[in-house]
């Protein structure tokens, strides 16, 4: 298991309290949404399919933090936790979910695209790669309006194997695009472990330098390492340095999707993982550096009332109705193709 | 006379092709130790080894690479792409190179091989995971396109996919994975390019494909109580195309009527009614009539996706409105 | 008025918007410095700068997926692929992403984007280089696609393409590149979802698109010698299309004649004869014809390529033949 | 300018003597066979585009000669040189070109996409990227039908930069392929020098390591360094020791393509690589390594002879007719899509 600290120099980049209690908050959001996410696909009240980041929180927790307003944010179909840490609401992401009229994009998205362009959450993307180079676009953009905006683009291992991977980290660094490439490995694809399929031994890291960038690899399930990682990328993005590529080692403590039980994983993986949950982790961590616990027994408190009340918010949501349907396909808002 | 679902048949359709020809061979993403996201290739790996099954990594370009360049050398690969949206990440080696490169070398090359796909909508995936890419790969030279619409025909028509010296892009429909059908024992293979005609009736030809063709089948067998009398045919293969038995059907009755999944434009269904405008104008009794998923992406949430595709009961009024006009 | 080349039309159209909004950036590959393979954007280097004006390496989804992130963000990139078969390169980034982000977030993203490309044949670069994708795009819910057919439409149609709020697939006929014709100074710019009628004859009317419409013309000159007299229709944009002036323009001759660089199946012209088929069949005297490529790839010797789309003989002969029967 | 010596070790694999003259051969039917292919092109008989090799031959013949009978070469629209180092004959070689009935694929494919399945040239594929994947299928096919065959994929250095050649290298390694992959790096793709659009300075080597393979960079225009490279890969494949990626400096004469005068390229540069043009240097080398002038001198009468021949061939060839219009789209010979 890799548990490298950042190959990036540690400056005076460590959290501060503030930030490590902000980590807290988030992670405690992240986590009990997902698991009242996973209580109402039991219910059957999820429909389609759904991607929870159970056990992979601290990445989204740390760039969710570290993130300024106007930078923007590119996930995968796995993007609950990057949606709701860039500030989105609860209640319109748990509605989506439940495809109901007051989700986040009225139904018409579901779990797999999660978009809020008003908190920087540019879209969740659900065909492998894609995002990249398109996280690129707005980075060119940021770039050429002369702002200091910063794109982050999160995915997957497995992501690494496809041709849009290379691409678009190709293309950021000849242009110096303002853009950190986020590879979660979780050491899974769906139900594929990514070292049977990969020529090197880190999917991301091993790559950086095929791309004239440097190796990063973090522990992705300690939020400080995550949250020291994440700043000097965002940082040099901003300063004009160009992109980076941050392999964050991590696992997911459940299957890749809905169906998936998760029988291809070791027991003892499994288990070493489990061990190495971020939630309690850190929690610990921060109780042993001085933080009352009953600071965080009141975060605690406050996020699973929060979740109750967006599960109601959620639940009373009608269906969507026919004038959504032909809603918005083009920018006059309609979908006729003929006068 | 087992009953298979969908599903099931799929592994049953390559079994039986691997076991008569070791030249098949059949690779995909979790295709071999997870069975597939589907369950539709479970088994394989078990009975065929990991020589002859196996997984690749999210490489569509280097999937379809790699069957295209087997099959050019020998062997018959059968490949996965998991859900037909995804060919729009490898379409180049579907389009230019698979279907192009037997008639750019004058036929010094053959490519027989097979890639399925889980196509169309009905599980609320959403746009990305939805798409009906029958008319995309209908409107490519070179290409032959199956959609089974039961079992049986998963079975019959992935052998003679197989069996099929060219290349042919098999669609699966998704809606249809859990749906069950009577498959016969022992070695069943069917053949491309016959429609079948699953009932007749003088007022009105229904032509679906795929998952429309259960609704199509309902929406007959209501509009029978309603009087209108239909004849159903389920294309099965779009090329190549049985314009032989769809024209005499369609001719029969006089009156067309297509059940699309796809969004409307540049459907199959348009060509079709190109086809019979062309050569059977005269026996035309009315206006054709396309019955299609609205021209948009497909939403997600179930509600809104019940209402974008054709459903019984949208095809039965369209049907009964254009006979009483 | 000047006489422009449609290859320097394009450099026209774009430097024409760009000197109008500085939003508006364009990228692809020897675009900047070289001006295009086809010369299509000489100056536009020169007169807007390496920031706007940008070479690319060989990343479709590279180039593509810049745009549709900058168009996001408040950008009016226009990119170019080069050959219209390399969308199957990035077509994931068109269909996938660029037509349907706007309806999966309901809206909240808007993508004011045009992506240019050098499609069709006629210059003997075979199969993989001479390909007509408008039905590719046609059959996309999202897309606008315009084909113009001559230099004025060029600048007018890109302009009207650049200034749409929606993303555009702007084809550029490439056997038309080097023909000419006058182009008024100062601004132009067209409207989308408008159909041309260059010429008004009783007896017949043709449809055409991109570099089938000369051909049409010509043909049309060739049949009012023997007394056929044609109405020809330039499409001009397929989606939006113009159905108003196309149902108008058929039903009044009562007969329709599609002419489609295009490979026959699922072409434009099936969906037109379709829908034609379903609003004004009671007006129609005789069948609907689709004349176009034999449903190939396309071949490289010229001798073979000349045989394989429409000539005009072979569209005059057609229309006669039809004409009497 | 890159000179490097191969960097796999000089083993006992320098090429014989007979191997050099049939390198010379190659080097000058290559040479010869362009300048011909040019000269109908300034008289307007070749049809369509094509892309001329001149000054890359040695690449070319070096792998001719090192290939066997059963491997597979997979090129690009740059394909004539590695057609005819397959031992495909030049007639029907320039009848493709000149788009006649006699010509390799009947004029079918034209100069972009030349084949001989019976030669082993298995293709000319004109989307950048595209048979790197393929050369991977016919490599896995030799690998499961248990021959030695090795595959052989050539193409430019702009082709790095695009996904499909991510994809396949990592597909080679995983899968342990004997598929030898050679970049032929002529500094620019079309008109665009490879430098200003890639992230790093030699754009396959660079990336070997991204792909668990060794870095190679070769001489493009030394025959023997190229042979002794060539043999090495190839040697390595048949022994199941999998996939090369081998970069070979090299420089075009002439333009990309017919239409191209490369004004792009500084005079300097021009010059200098002109200077190391591989005909006359391996012609000297030879003769210093006491080669007989004659026999050389030979090989190029009969070469020239043999081109004069080629032409006749190709200009007496019909324009196809309508037959093979509609022929062998399908594998029955046939076109149709419908009974
Ligand atoms: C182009 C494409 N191929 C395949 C898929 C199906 N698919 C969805 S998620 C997934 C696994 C992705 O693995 P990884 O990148 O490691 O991300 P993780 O799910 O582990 O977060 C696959 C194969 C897809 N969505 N797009
Ligand atoms: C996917 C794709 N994009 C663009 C092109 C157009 N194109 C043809 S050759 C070429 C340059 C290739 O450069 P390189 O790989 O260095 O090969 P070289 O021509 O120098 O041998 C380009 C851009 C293409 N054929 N396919
Ligand atoms: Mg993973
Ligand atoms: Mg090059």
Known sequence: ?339 | MAELTYREAIARGIAQEMRRDENVVFLGEDVAAAGGVFKGTVGLLEEFGPKRVRDTPISEQAILGAAMGAAMTGLRPVAEIMFSDFFAVCWDIVVNEIAKSRYMTNGQVSFPLVIRSGNGGGLRFGAQHSQSVESWAMAVPGLKVVVPSSPVDVVGLLAASIRDPDPVIFLEAKALYSTKGEVPEGDIHDELGKAKVLRRGDDATLVALGSMVPRAMKAAEQLATTGIDCTVVDVRSLVPLDTQTLLEEIGRTGRLFTVEENPRLCGWGGELVSIVGEEIFYDLDGAPVRITTPHIPLPAADALEDMAIPSVERIAERVQKAMQE
Chains 1, 4 share one sequence.
């Open chain 1, 1 to 339: 298991m890799t548990t490298a600290r950042p190959s990036t120099k540690a400056s005076n980049t460590a959290p501060t309290a503030d930030t490590r209690i902000a980590m807290y908050r988030l992670l405690v959001e992240l986590r009990y949404f997902e698991k009242r996410a996973y209580d109402l696909f039991l219910q059957n009240l999820v429909k389609g399919t759904s991607h929870l980041s159970l056990g992979q929180e601290a990445i989204a927790a740390a760039f969710g933090v570290a993130m300024r307003p106007g930078d923007h944010t590119f996930a995968t179909y796995r993007g609950h936790a990057h949606t709701l840490a860039r500030g989105v609401p609860m209640g319109p992401v748990l509605a989506e979910l439940l495809g109901r009229e007051n989700g986040l994009m009225a139904g018409k998205g579901g779990s797999m695209h999660l978009t809020s362009v008003e908190h920087g959450m540019m879209g969740s993307y659900a065909i492998i790669g894609a995002h990249l180079p398109i996280a690129c676009g707005s980075a060119w953009s940021a770039q050429y309006r002369g702002t200091d905006e910063v794109s982050v683009a999160f995915f997957g291992d497995g992501t690494t194997n496809i041709g849009a991977f290379h691409e678009a980290l190709n293309f950021a660094k000849i242009w110096d695009l303002p853009v950190v490439f986020v590879c979660e490995n979780n050491l899974y694809m769906e139900y594929t472990a990514i070292k049977d399929v990969t020529a090197v031994e880190h999917p991301a890291a091993d790559r950086a330098a095929a791309y004239g960038l440097e190796k990063i690899i973090v522990d992705g399930n300690d939020p400080d390492a995550m949250h020291e990682v994440a700043t000097a990328a965002l940082d040099r993005a901003r300063a004009g340095g160009g992109p980076s590529l941050i392999e964050a080692t991590t696992y997911r403590h459940g299957g890749h999707s809905r169906a998936d039980p998760a029988k291809y994983r070791p027991e003892a993986e499994v288990q070493e993982w489990l061990a190495r949950d971020p939630l309690p982790m850190y929690r610990a961590r921060l109780i042993a550096d001085g933080v009352a616990e009953k600071e965080l027994v009141a975060i605690e408190e406050a996020t699973a009332k929060a979740v109750d009340e967006a599960t109601e918010f959620a639940k009373a949501g009608a269906a969507p109705g026919e004038d959504l349907l032909l809603k918005d396909v083009w920018s006059d808002g309609g979908w006729t193709w003929r006068n």
